[in-house]
């Protein structure tokens, strides 16, 4: 009885160093896969480049910087062309003739705007016209959560009245703020820029250059101006070319809403108006201005806004000059399944280069 007992107790001994010899050995081999999956993959040898001149060629084009170009295409009737494809258009940088790199409509891209009021004495009487169509405007265009905008009011300078929010009641409020202060002489008040007093002047340019360098030169989306004003600036330091060229070296479209003098009873009178200069203002830039008669008219003209910034095209094309030397470059686009007198297309008319 005693050597069957020590038998089993040899047995059962023996099978639990077994099992436990075979567990270990199980443990040991599931963490050793489990490692296993968690390494990555070992990189296979690349194979080696059958055209290293071709490759180059793609490492130069992913660096090449694309021009983008917002345009427009209305027809005689001022009715917009919204069925064009890239087939329909070339697209010309000096004169010569760019490949298209991409196409398509861009009719919900995010606005990036800045509301610029005159509040010179020549607006006046016309300013709460000015401010209820805007306050409109800003309720039809302006996406909460997607478009920024920003409200500025100049007269011998410009003063910031609202920084870049989504927020309707922000603008509104900013707007509403706008007024005419009655200069304290030809130019009295305080000292301006440089130590020289300007108020009750117009500094159309200057206030321009200002929006475009310091406010929208480093924002994203499609950036624009709207300009309400008579056009006449009597104070700036700088030209007209200087505020053209900023808008473009920003990418910044420039529309303008031509309001001339007014009587006390607030009519308009486009009279007033340098229609020629907000035109040129304008148009360089991609933009155009308005000139309305009446409060219907204004109303009219805003709406036509509305319309221009929602009905765009945007195309890029990668630059066969790629000198980086700083020259303005001049752009064109042509519809040639058209006639060029049947068409308006609205774009800026060039950009300037990278300096190397």
């Known amino acids: 009885m005693k050597a069957v007992s020590k038998f089993f107790f040899v047995f059962l001994v023996g099978s639990i ?8 050995f199980d443990l040991a081999h599931a963490q050793q896969s489990t490692q296993q999956q968690s390494q990555p993959p070992k990189q296979q040898p690349q194979k080696p480049k ?7 060629g793609q490492v130069l084009k992913v660096g090449t910087k694309l021009v983008n170009v917002l345009f427009s295409v209305t027809d005689k009737q001022n009715r917009y062309l919204d069925n064009l494809t890239k087939e329909d258009l070339t697209v010309f940088e000096n004169g010569q003739q760019q490949e298209i790199f991409t196409f398509k409509k861009e009719f919900d891209l995010p606005l990036t705007m800045a509301i610029m009021v005159d509040v010179s004495g020549s607006e006046q009487y016309v300013l709460p016209q000015l401010k209820d169509a805007g306050g409109h405007f800003i309720d039809s265009v302006i996406k909460t959560g997607k478009d920024v905008a920003a409200i500025i009011k100049f007269e011998g300078e410009a003063t910031l ?7 309707k009641n922000r603008l509104r409020k900013g707007l509403e703020d706008v007024a005419y202060i009655p200069a304290p002489g030809q130019y009295g008040g305080t000292p301006g820029i440089n130590g020289g007093s300007r108020q009750g002047g117009t500094s159309i340019y200057d206030s321009v ?14 950036k624009t101006i709207v300009l309400l004003t008579d056009g006449v600036d009597t104070t700036s330091r700088m030209r007209l070319n200087d505020a053209i060229t900023e808008a473009l070296r920003s990418e910044v479209v420039i529309y ?3 309001i001339g003098d007014a009587a006390s009873s607030g009519t308009f009178m486009g009279n007033g108006v340098n229609e020629g200069e907000l035109k040129k203002l304008t ?6 201005a308005f000139i309305p008669n009446s409060r ?4 009219s003209a805003f709406l036509q806004l509305e319309q221009d910034m929602r009905q765009q095209y945007l195309l890029a ?3 066969s000059n790629e000198t980086p030397d700083g020259s303005f470059r001049k752009i064109e686009i042509k519809v040639p399944k058209f006639k060029e007198k049947d068409l308006k297309i609205r774009h800026r008319r060039g950009y300037y280069a990278a300096k190397g």
């Open 256 to 258: 303008a809403i031509g």
């Open 209 to 222: 250059i200002a929006a475009c360098a310091d406010l929208l030169a480093r924002e994203a989306g499609r």
């Open 161 to 167: 009245m609202q920084n870049l929010t989504s927020n």
């Open 317 to 319: 094309y990668e630059p």
């Open 296 to 299: 219907r008219d204004l109303e």
């Open 50 to 56: 059958e055209d290293p001149e071709e490759d180059a």
């Open 17 to 24: 160093v077994l099992l436990l010899t075979v567990s270990s």
């Open 283 to 288: 148009e360089a830039t991609g933009g155009r």
